[in-house]
């Protein structure tokens, strides 16, 4: 026995050839998303990976279509850890207390939300939608909103600096 498999807390063991037949890969077509998920005006989100579709117990995953010139209002999403993947069009993102700082993403790009983090969605685009992969730490769908926060007029833009991406 390996080290690798000493350090599994699952059994490998099956009853049959077909054990993982229904319970292993699942691949979700594209044009078969749920689209029964809480929506936000000028958004359209549809589910593809969650408990209730695939028995995912730990993630979300999904899309998010951002009408051209909409936002989503202040909000976090609890404990849940987000990752946005911008497959189309321009997304600004803002965040803190009083949403004081700003950045832009494109196509290609990642978007990382920690937990707790208030933030705000924007389609940069006036005339496009912007398309995204939606990924979430949990299945459950957090989102609380925060009508109160009264934004500041002109955020801060932030650039991506970390040890290995000096400015």
Same mark, same amino acid.
């Given at each position: ?7 599994? =807390? ?6 049959? +050839? =077909?054990? !993982? $037949? ?6 979700? +077509? ?7 998920? @809480?929506?936000?005006? #000028? ?11 695939? #028995?995912?117990?730990?993630?979300? @995953? ?7 010139? @909409? $936002? ?5 999403? #609890? ?15 803002? !965040? ?10 494109? +196509?290609? =790009?990642?978007?990382?939300? &920690? +937990?707790?983090? &208030?933030?705000? *969605?924007?389609? @940069?685009?006036?005339? *496009? ?8 730490? =949990? #299945? ?10 009264? &934004?500041? *007029? $002109? ?11 000096? *400015?």
């Amino acid at each position: 026995m390996t080290d690798h498999d000493r350090d599994h =807390d699952h059994d490998h063991t099956h009853t049959s +050839p =077909d054990a !993982w $037949k229904h319970t292993g890969v699942r691949v979700v +077509p594209g044009d078969s998303l749920d689209h029964n998920t @809480a929506q936000t005006p #000028g958004m359209d989100r549809a589910a593809a990976i969650n408990l209730a579709r695939v #028995g995912a117990q730990k993630l979300w @995953a999904g899309t998010v279509t951002i009408h051209a010139n @909409a $936002k989503t209002g202040a909000h976090h999403h #609890g404990h849940l850890e987000s990752v946005i993947y911008v497959l189309k069009g321009k997304a600004r993102m803002r !965040w803190g207390d009083e949403l004081e700082f700003v950045a832009e993403a494109g +196509p290609g =790009d990642f978007i990382f939300v &920690p +937990p707790y983090v &208030p933030h705000q *969605e924007i389609n @940069a685009s006036a005339d *496009e939608a912007l398309e995204c992969v939606l990924m979430r730490s =949990d #299945g459950e769908a957090v989102a609380i909103n925060l009508p109160d926060m009264v &934004p500041v *007029e $002109k955020p801060e833009n932030v650039k991506w600096i970390d040890p290995t991406h000096p *400015e």
